[in-house]
């Protein structure tokens, strides 16, 4: 197979930069980092440009398409449109650099159905239908699930056999949910333990989407491996407390910080989140500031506000609530490619691993919002992206 070189101005390796700025790839993986244009290889000259890894939502919904009403749009589609649907979403993702996505809640395991199809689609991360209560937050999706041991554990293992990534329980009620109760669980700890003891029986990560601080503390109890929103909401509300940020620093649980939105006018949040939504923002300051392991997931689907493809402005927020331009970049892509367990591939520039690559206009590491312009995208080494004029 004919040897790819990408050459550009600078390259962000998904640790650090470089003083390399070639990229040599072959039959998807990259071959070498740096050194010469060998002869014979395809040359993809990117002046002006910044290589890096492929980036890594943590948390999106491809079944939802970012519509007024998400959840009443996927009600009225059947399979087939679903698929088409979901995979104009994931071409989204890949167009904005997106070379990677966790999917944390299809309906009936749509999201496993369109990675066995015969698409440029990024690499697709499943969870199926999130595991949740009689009537609970996103029941219509398919993973109402009654509380007792058997009862959880029989969900856990029909995910597991299906060939699921990852287990997504929902701890708490959730926006999208009309009657859940966000400030309340919605499981026994018991049931979370159980599901937890089930996963990790079958190699399987949990993360736990939680918003009322009792259920953040049941997930933390029963051992989770990751926590999505952690808006630790009380009635008084949030309540995130110096021993509760230690406790996740300490354990390395990873949080996926909801973050990344498009302005849309006459678009505002909900009285409970706009009430709320400083204090949430000074808990994801506090826990940058104390090293947690903090990533961006978007939540990308689910409202107008949240696209597909919306994660570049998601690591620019990580930015602006603490996180170096640097780090914002190691989020998106090597500490979020190991949060979704695909370390040992995706999310660094190195030899042996998969070539996915975006290139950008300008350089990210000094301006993160230079993620917003793509010239280019690799992905596994194929061309998704084809180069558009770079930008001196």
Not at 13 to 29: P, S, V
Not at 189 to 210: F, K, M, N, Q, S
């Amino acid at each position: 197979m004919t040897l790819l070189a990408v050459r550009a101005d600078r390259l962000f390796d998904g640790l650090t930069c470089t003083d390399h700025t070639l990229l040599l790839i072959e039959d998807g993986r990259v071959v070498r980092v740096g050194g010469p244009v060998p002869d014979g290889a395809e040359l993809l000259d990117l002046p002006g440009a910044t290589l890096l890894p492929g980036l890594v939502d943590t948390h999106v919904h491809l079944a939802f398409d970012a519509s007024p009403d998400s959840v009443a749009a996927l009600a009225a589609r059947d399979p087939d449109a679903e698929q088409e649907a979901m995979a104009e979403a994931a071409t989204a993702q890949l167009r904005a650099g997106v070379t990677t996505v966790r999917d944390l809640g299809d309906r009936d395991y749509s999201a496993l159905r369109l990675r066995a199809s015969a698409r440029p689609l990024p690499t697709i991360v499943a969870a199926g239908p999130p595991i949740t209560s009689l009537g609970g937050h996103c029941h219509y999706l398919g993973g109402e699930t009654r509380s007792g041991d058997a009862t959880v554990r029989a969900a856990v293992r029909e995910r597991a056999e299906r060939g699921c990534d990852v287990i997504k329980v929902m701890a708490s009620g959730g926006g999208l949910t009309p009657g859940t109760d966000v400030l309340a669980p919605q499981f026994t700890a018991a049931d979370l333990r159980a599901v937890v003891d089930e996963a990790h029986r079958h190699g399987l990560p949990v993360t736990a989407h939680a918003h009322a601080l009792p259920a953040v503390r049941q997930a933390l109890d029963a051992g989770v491996d990751g926590i999505e929103h952690l808006t630790c909401l009380t009635e008084n509300g949030v309540e995130a407390s110096d021993a509760l940020i230690d406790e996740l620093v300490r354990r390395r649980v990873a949080i996926g910080a909801t973050v990344g939105l498009v302005p849309v006018p006459g678009m505002v949040p909900p009285p409970h989140l706009a009430k709320n939504l400083p204090a949430i923002l000074d808990t994801l300051r506090r826990l940058i500031a104390a090293g947690a392991v903090v990533v961006a997931g978007t939540d990308a689907g689910i409202a107008p506000v949240k696209p597909h493809g919306v994660l570049p402005r998601g690591l620019a927020d990580l930015v602006a609530h603490g996180m170096t331009p640097l780090a914002a970049l190691r989020a998106g892509t090597a500490t979020a490619a190991a949060v979704v367990g695909l370390g040992a591939r995706k999310g660094r520039l190195a030899p042996g691993l998969d070539a996915d690559v975006l290139a950008v206009a300008g350089d990210p590491t000094r301006d993160i919002a230079a993620l917003l312009h793509p010239v280019a995208v690799l992905r596994e080494g194929e061309r998704v992206l084809e180069p558009l004029e770079p930008v001196r």
